[in-house]
């Protein structure tokens, strides 16, 4: 299976900052790359797919980046509702594989 | 909009069985691909099984290949996944996810969840 790892795990950072989350590949993927984020107690919600385009109705403020085995989420101007665990998934092999999460917290 | 509803959750012993039963509301249900994925207490997420739009193709994770069978009824715009021979490591909350048609098929439609407890 195809090995996702984020870093960092977690992050604290205060409204307005910018933040960035890293996925490594274990295998080139393309682009064929998604981000999740997960508020406590809900279900996950798409944010980004394939590596860059942004999901319907996610604000501007989420982009995504890169290729091959190499991505990066970032979240310009943090919010406070942007207190989440965000996963990066595969979805260019069988099975669909997770990163282990990185959580963002609000100082 | 969208709305996937997950039913059929619960406590239930090592070896025992459930069945999962997820529906959908508000889109073409049987023109897409569905997957089972699963969340562990504290832990991340984790794919569970998949079934193409007529049902005659399904893939399975390895710890779960022989015990979970996943299937849908696209006239009554529901998926199932029958869990057998339950172990306590399957204790999770279960979602039932939509991929949807986007280049990289993402899973952009997820139900609420069921929690699946296994325990004695």
């Not at chain 1, 996610?58 to 942007?82: A, W, Y």
């Not at chain 2, 306590?88 to 991929?99: F, K, L, P, S, W």
């Amino acid at each position: 299976d195809v090995q996702m790892t984020q870093s960092p795990s977690s992050l604290s950072a205060s409204v307005g900052d910018r933040v960035t989350i890293t996925c490594r590949a274990s295998q080139i993927i393309t682009h064929y790359l998604n981000w999740y984020q997960q508020k406590l107690g809900t279900a996950p919600k798409l944010l980004i797919y394939a590596a860059a385009s942004l999901q319907s109705g996610v604000p501007s403020r989420f982009s995504g980046s890169g290729s091959g085995t190499d991505f990066t989420l970032t979240i310009n101007s943090l919010q406070p509702e942007d207190s989440a665990t965000y996963y990066c998934q595969q979805s260019y092999y069988t099975p669909p594989t997770f990163g282990q999460g990185t959580r963002v917290e609000i100082k | 909009e969208v709305q996937l509803v997950e039913s059929g959750g619960g406590l239930v012993q090592p070896g025992g069985s459930l069945r999962l039963s997820c529906a959908d509301s508000g889109f073409t249900f049987s023109s897409h691909w569905m997957h089972w994925v699963r969340q562990a207490p504290g832990k991340g997420l984790v794919w569970v099984s998949r079934i193409n739009i007529d049902g005659t193709t399904t893939t399975y994770a390895e710890s779960v290949e022989g015990r979970f069978t996943i299937s849908r009824d696209n006239a009554k715009n529901t998926l199932y996944l029958q869990m057998n021979s339950l172990r306590v490591e399957d204790t999770a909350v279960y979602y039932c996810v939509r991929r949807g048609g986007s280049g990289t098929f993402p899973f952009d439609s997820w139900g609420q969840g069921t929690l699946v407890t296994v325990s004695s």
